[in-house]
């Protein structure tokens, strides 16, 4: 039976690229790359496949042009980050004012959430033991 096996990427739709690529860039450290075909920016991250140990160009982190008005609220998106070390991050974050909704630690791992220029919620992720 075929299954999912991870994320091949995430896509955001903004109405204006630059600045929220830039966003990204300043605020959480991803530096995005031109894809100037589409209008778009775009970070790879490599990852290995757990069967093969190959590794791979994937997931894709995309912020692109939209092609229509976005609503101002309720978009119901959300992007799940990893970080190394969540409370040192949230420092760095804190210091570029940064705020952050409310931390949550359990057997799962450390939360938190942000939103973006755009208004989007991003979870940061530390796992257990990280």
């Given at each position: 039976?075929?299954?999912?096996?991870?994320?091949?990427?995430?896509?955001?739709?903004?109405?204006?690229?630059?600045?929220?690529?830039?966003?990204?860039?300043?605020?959480?450290?991803?530096?995005?790359?031109?894809?100037?075909?589409?209008?778009?920016?775009?970070?790879?991250f490599?990852?290995?496949?757990?069967?093969?140990?190959?590794?791979?160009?994937?997931?894709?982190?995309?912020?692109?042009?939209?092609k229509?008005?976005?609503?101002?609220?309720?978009?119901?998106?959300?992007?799940?980050?990893?970080?190394?070390?969540?409370?040192?991050?949230?420092?760095?974050?804190?210091?570029?004012?940064?705020?952050?909704?409310?931390?949550?630690?359990?057997?799962?791992?450390?939360?938190?959430?942000?939103?973006?220029?755009?208004?989007?919620?991003?979870?940061?992720?530390?796992?257990?033991?990280?």
């Amino acid at each position: 039976m075929a299954s999912i096996r991870g994320i091949g990427g995430a896509f955001i739709h903004s109405e204006d690229v630059p600045a929220l690529a830039a966003w990204y860039r300043d605020m959480l450290g991803i530096e995005m790359e031109l894809y100037p075909e589409a209008g778009a920016q775009f970070k790879v991250f490599h990852t290995r496949d757990p069967e093969t140990s190959n590794m791979l160009n994937s997931p894709v982190f995309s912020i692109m042009p939209a092609k229509e008005k976005l609503a101002a609220s309720g978009r119901g998106f959300e992007i799940n980050l990893r970080v190394d070390d969540l409370h040192a991050f949230i420092a760095q974050l804190a210091a570029k004012g940064i705020t952050v909704e409310k931390v949550e630690e359990g057997e799962y791992g450390k939360f938190t959430w942000i939103r973006d220029l755009d208004g989007n919620r991003i979870e940061l992720y530390e796992e257990p033991g990280a």
